[in-house]
């Protein structure tokens, strides 16, 4: 029955996506803000679909700590989940991702519109100028800009591998950062294609002013996510059952 599900939802999330992307290209020439408020109505509605298809919910807590202006907002990246979940839960989400979604026709086009920033992560040093340039743009014009700091996505219980990224932002936008946790590789498994029922939590962690030294400030976001991520896994794992 999970398999069953798992693939119905797939097929109907692709198929939402590509609707999305084909029947509302009008928002590619309304204003930004408006094309933003489209792509959380979508986010919106593949959550709906995920719960009712796959039964698979979400819970947000520490809803007090989510920022309302501008603001670094870095948490922890498990799965294909949070990419889109995060969307409606910031007023104005400017998300950092890797410059090779940008190419691909139509989604790399709404990259564009929506002014997420795009880093090209083989660049090295020029990756981490451009990041905090642009960064700097979006943090300007109000907006809580969003990156996961490992990169990449880590199932439940791998290693913590954080790079640079978080840190140079922070270092240089003068913002505070809202961590967040979450136990999303339990019910969206990266580079499997069952989703599991049961309820996804993600949580907002209390923010870190602004400030701090670089290396103070890459402990302190560490330790914060991978404890409270740690919690959330435990957590959902017993609630998982016997499932996988």
């Avoid at 002013?209 to 991520?229: D, M, S």
Wanted: aromatic content about 12%; overall charge positive; glycine content about 10%.
């Amino acid at each position: 029955m999970i398999a069953l599900r798992s693939l119905v939802f797939n097929v109907i999330f692709y198929v939402n996506l590509a609707l999305f992307l084909v029947l509302g290209f009008e928002f590619f020439f309304t204003p930004r803000k408006w094309s933003v408020r489209a792509l959380q109505a979508w986010a919106s509605t593949s959550l709906w679909l995920l719960r009712v298809v796959a039964g698979t919910g979400f819970e947000v807590r520490g809803r007090e700590h989510i920022p309302q202006g501008a603001a670094l907002v870095a948490g922890k990246h498990q799965s294909f989940w949070e990419t889109f979940a995060i969307l409606p839960l910031l007023d104005d989400p400017a998300m950092v991702l890797k410059k090779e979604l940008t190419y691909i026709p139509f989604f790399g086009w709404f990259i564009r519109k929506f002014r997420m920033i795009a880093v090209e992560r083989s660049a090295g040093s020029t990756a981490l100028r451009q990041l905090i340039k642009r960064g700097a743009e979006e943090i300007g014009r109000g907006r809580q800009v969003v990156i996961m700091p490992e990169g990449t996505r880590r199932g439940p219980g791998d290693p913590p591998a954080y790079k640079p990224g978080a840190a140079a932002l922070y270092g240089a936008l003068g913002v505070p950062c809202v961590p967040f946790a979450l136990n999303s590789g339990l019910y969206w498994p990266r580079r499997r294609f069952q989703r599991y029922p049961g309820t996804i939590v993600i949580e907002f962690l209390p923010s870190i002013p602004a400030g701090l030294p670089r290396r103070e400030f890459q402990e302190r976001l560490e330790n914060a996510i991978e404890i409270a991520t740690t919690r959330l896994v435990e957590e959902g794992h017993r609630n998982r059952g016997g499932y996988k």
